[in-house]
């Protein structure tokens, strides 16, 4: 059975930083593209980050890119969200979910496991 469990979230004032960590197992974690969304109260999941099989090619939401850096290690069947500069409108819980190919890959959708999901708090 394919679990993925993040941990990494808190509260954190504007400017600082967290690292997400997404632990995936039950399946070849290598051969699978992962991605990061958020939902904020009242609103809509939304795309942050997704990384290829290899980690070669990442792509990110413009509210967040040159902030956050999307990384794995294969080896570890880990995948990670580095958050620098937060801000309060960050706050959301975010998730890890895994996909099968890179087609549409900043669409929910198209993600066939996800995470429990992690609380990130930023505090202005």
């Known amino acids: 059975q394919v679990q993925l469990v993040e941990s990494g979230g808190g509260l954190m004032q504007t400017g600082g930083s967290l690292r997400l960590s997404c632990a995936a197992s039950?399946?070849?974690?290598?051969?699978?593209?992962m991605g990061w969304f958020r939902q904020a109260p009242g609103k809509e999941r939304e795309f942050v980050a997704a990384?290829?099989?290899?980690?070669?090619?990442?792509v990110y939401a413009d509210s967040v890119k040159g902030r956050f850096t999307i990384s794995r290690d294969n080896a570890k069947n880990t995948v990670y969200l580095q958050m620098n500069s937060l801000k309060p409108e960050d706050t959301a819980v975010y998730y890890c979910?895994?996909?099968?190919?890179?087609?549409?890959?900043?669409?929910?959708?198209?993600?066939?496991?996800w995470g429990q999901g992690t609380q990130v708090t930023v505090s202005s």
């Open positions: 979910a895994s996909k099968n190919g890179w087609y549409g890959v900043s669409s929910g959708v198209t993600y066939d496991y």
């Open positions: 990384i290829s099989r290899s980690g070669g090619t990442t």
């Open positions: 039950g399946r070849t974690f290598s051969n699978y593209a």
